[in-house]
Antibody
């Protein structure tokens, strides 16, 4: 079964850090671009970041650039999102998603169930 | 990197057809045929319904179709069914190689 499972969410104070992980199974992880997408409570989807198959290219939304770092370990079939200098507006459910293609065209056909990040004092 | 523009809500009766628009710019929707649409039911992860403007992934009903004209993409759902009631989001590749979503449209089946 094709599956993505996120972990690492939780409650963190403003200015703090968290590292999200996304474990992939059931497909050749190293052959697809991957993205993180978030959804604040009661709000719409927001694309956050993407990474190419070899991790040679990474992309970030303006809202997180300079604070978040996406990475992947193809030997462990795992995607990561290091989140630093967290703000209240980063509070959201964070989804990892697989692209249909090896290039990041943002056709995300497999999604995890999400992990919740809450930034609050 | 502004969000694509979608109507906040649309509605239709069972059996009818509805269309949801998604307006961007020449730097995203208008510049590339890399538009996709997602369906999201409450408390669930999004589901890919359309990619490459008009292609349906395996398993998606042919009642769902996509198109594009200029800077505006559209999702049409024909033969509306109760289970189609959900939030719908468009997405596009952009000139900066990043992604962008629309604000989302809530579909109500009357």
């Amino acid at each position: 079964e094709v599956q993505l499972v996120e972990s690492g969410g939780g409650l963190v104070q403003p200015g703090g850090s968290l590292r999200l992980s996304c474990a992939a199974s059931g497909f050749t992880f190293s052959s697809y671009a991957m993205s993180w997408v978030r959804q604040a409570p009661g709000k719409g989807l927001e694309w956050v970041s993407a990474i190419s198959v070899s991790a040679g290219s990474t992309y970030y939304a303006d809202s997180v650039k300079g604070r978040f770092t996406i990475s992947r370990d193809n030997s462990k079939n795992t995607l990561y999102l290091q989140m630093n200098s967290l703000r209240a507006e980063d509070t959201a459910v964070y989804y990892c998603a697989k692209d249909v293609y090896s290039s990041a065209l943002y056709y995300m056909d497999v999604w995890g169930k999400g992990t919740t990040v809450t930034v609050s004092s | 990197q502004s969000a694509l523009t979608q109507p906040a809500s649309v509605s239709g009766s069972p059996g009818q057809s509805i269309t949801i628009s998604c307006t961007g710019t020449s730097s995203d929707v208008g510049g590339y045929n890399y538009v996709s649409w997602y369906q999201q039911h409450p408390g669930k992860a999004p589901k890919l319904m359309i990619y490459d403007v008009s292609n349906r992934p395996s398993g998606v009903s042919n009642r769902f179709s996509g198109s594009k004209s200029g800077n505006t993409a559209s999702l049409t759902i024909s033969g509306l069914q109760a289970e189609d009631e959900a939030d719908y989001y468009c997405s596009s590749y952009t000139s900066s190689s990043r992604g962008v979503f629309g604000g989302g449209t809530k579909l109500t089946v009357l």
